[in-house]
């Protein structure tokens, strides 16, 4: 992943391919198209990470169900307008796909860069057990003056560093990422169930603090 654009996002996971390609959006003629993959964690559960593939890298009218991939690319966001309100909407953005045979127990199926900015105050807080958690939204530029904006979610030590973040503080992120479902109210007697997708962060760095920053004692 030499390409100078794409240095501040970089995703590699693998996984089985198990659903259907569905259709997104077109762009200049290219056809953009869905697909859910899911990935292995170690603790025996996964993660459904949903794909967007462009038609010109793969045949998105053929079956690939029960298929195993790598895929190199980047994780994206963009916002969906639906209830009278916008949605941010994320997925992978497949660069390079690889077709492979096995996934071995050793590989590293699920990971992730990002060098960005923080663009909300962190959210800081503690489980019932005690379990410190903070939860940062990163602002990753892409060409063209677009941004993709990425949850993450620091815990214990990272999360404690994260708490003295502020808005405009450059750092630097290595996780994975994460699926999780949890049920959206939608009336009083209405809720329906939603994935929701965030970066479980392993490693935290600071790269540069907002210039109007007050020192930390």
């Not at 949850?151 to 030590?157: E, F, M, T, V």
Request: proline letters at 3%.
């Amino acid at each position: 992943m030499t390409d100078k654009v794409i240095e501040n996002n970089q995703v590699v996971i693998m996984g089985e391919i198990v659903s259907d390609f569905s259709f997104s959006h077109e762009i200049f003629g290219e056809g953009f198209y869905m697909v859910e993959v899911k990935v292995e964690r170690l603790s025996d559960s996964s993660d459904i990470i949903p794909l967007m593939v462009s038609e010109r890298l793969i045949d998105v009218k053929a079956d690939y169900r029960g298929q195993l991939i790598m895929v190199t690319g980047q994780f994206r966001s963009y916002n969906r307008h639906e209830e009278r309100k916008n949605r941010l909407v994320l997925s992978v953005f497949a660069r390079e796909i690889e077709f492979v045979d096995e996934i071995e127990e050793s590989a590293k199926t699920n990971q992730i860069y990002l060098d960005g900015y923080i663009c909300k105050e962190p959210v800081y807080r503690k489980t019932p057990l005690g379990r410190e958690i903070a939860d940062l939204l990163l602002a990753v530029n892409r060409p063209y003056g677009k941004s993709d904006y990425i949850p993450c979610i620091c815990w214990g030590r990272n999360a404690r560093y994260a708490n003295h973040f502020h808005v405009g503080t450059r750092c630097e992120i290595f996780g994975r990422i994460q699926s999780r479902e949890y049920m959206k109210k939608l009336s009083e007697e209405q809720a329906e169930k939603r994935i929701a997708y965030e970066v479980s962060v392993s490693k935290l760095e600071l790269l540069e603090e907002p210039e109007d920053t007050p020192l930390h004692a």
